[in-house]
């Protein structure tokens, strides 16, 4: 039992159902029922009448089951190293804990200004006395260190 | 029959409209009355005097067929002098009769038989041996039967048409 495919329709044609025709330059078309026949023969197109086959299967109707739109990628954030410090010296930079860090920066203040004393004392030392307030507070004012910004990772800039 | 009464209710609007007896008071000017239309729907028999497509290769019909003068029947070789797929049938081609063999109908057909868009010949002589060697259009397996109940032993062999039929529908 060969169950066929009516030319206009696509639905199936089961024995005993169906007519065929054979156009003048050799075509064969099998059409379900007198309607797919003389839908044909008024030349209207499958793929603009609803209910055939191929219309669905232009529109994608009922393809529920069928994949869905495959999901985006999305791109990995990912940590190099730099030229200037390892992965490892980032990743350390990275983690330190707040009061490390606060404490580091203030220890580096504390230095600094020490340092900065010590060379002014030199100065006081060296040049008139009257400057030496002035340049003493200009001085503690720009020095402070800035605080080192957190490293850049990926992403946007 | 739907398509016979809708024949006939076409035409017979067309009766009512132009015709003049339908209201006896008032007879218009026009007086036509419609002689040409038909009660039975067109019917495609393949008889006498129609014209038919040879659709072998046979250098007889080829020419034919391109000249623009197909084959013309002058006689079938049936009881109802009507043609159909299988029967033999006496054509004149280019001048001269030759027998041949119906091949396919524009005749609206029984359940299961293909119709054709052409009624289609097969030229043949009088042993049943095609005069062409192949033929192209695809060709009805009832054929197939119809010529094997035809042949008649030692004489007439209507099979080998089939022998050069390329295509089955």
């Known amino acids: 039992m060969k169950v066929g495919l009516c030319a206009y329709s696509a ?24 309607k797919c026949e003389r839908s044909h023969l008024m030349k209207r ?22 994949q869905q739109k495959r999901r985006t990628r999305r791109t990995h954030k990912f940590q190099r190293a730099i030229v200037g410090a390892s992965l490892s010296e980032i990743q350390a930079k990275r983690n330190m804990k707040p009061e490390v860090r606060k404490a580091q920066r203030e220890q580096a ?49 | 029959m739907s398509a016979l009464q809708q024949g006939i ?10 015709s003049s007896w339908t209201s006896p008071t008032s007879i218009t000017g026009s007086s036509q009355i419609i002689r040409n239309f038909h009660p039975t729907p067109c019917l495609n028999e393949l008889r006498l005097m129609s014209r038919v497509r040879c659709v072998d290769n046979s250098a007889i019909g080829k020419q034919a ?35 041949a063999i119906i091949v396919g109908v524009k005749r609206h057909q029984k359940h299961a038989i293909p119709r054709h868009d052409t009624n289609n010949v097969v030229l043949i002589d009088d042993n049943g041996t095609p005069l062409g060697t192949r033929i192209s259009v695809p060709v009805p397996m009832l054929l197939r039967k119809i010529m094997k109940e035809k042949t008649i032993a030692k004489g007439a062999d209507y099979t080998k048409v089939l022998s050069i039929a390329s295509r089955f529908v």
């Open chain 1, 11 to 34: 639905y199936k044609i089961y024995p005993g159902h169906g007519k065929t025709l054979v156009r003048t330059d050799g075509k064969v078309f099998t059409f379900l029922n007198g």
């Open chain 1, 45 to 66: 197109n499958p793929r603009k009448v609803t209910w055939t086959v191929y219309y669905r299967r232009k529109h994608k109707k009922g393809l529920e089951e069928e």
């Open chain 1, 109 to 157: 203040i504390r230095t600094a200004k020490e340092q900065k004393k010590a060379t002014k004392a030199v100065k006081k030392a060296a040049t008139a006395p009257k400057a030496a307030p002035k340049v003493e507070k200009a001085k503690q004012k720009i020095q402070k260190p800035q605080q080192k910004a957190a490293p850049r990772v990926g992403g946007k800039r």
């Open chain 2, 65 to 99: 067929m391109a000249e623009g003068k197909p084959p013309k029947v002058i006689h079938v070789y049936n009881k109802k002098k009507v043609g159909t797929i299988g029967d033999k049938v006496l054509v004149t081609v280019k001048g001269e009769m030759k027998k």
């Open chain 2, 9 to 18: 209710a076409s035409s017979l609007r067309l009766f009512v409209k132009a």
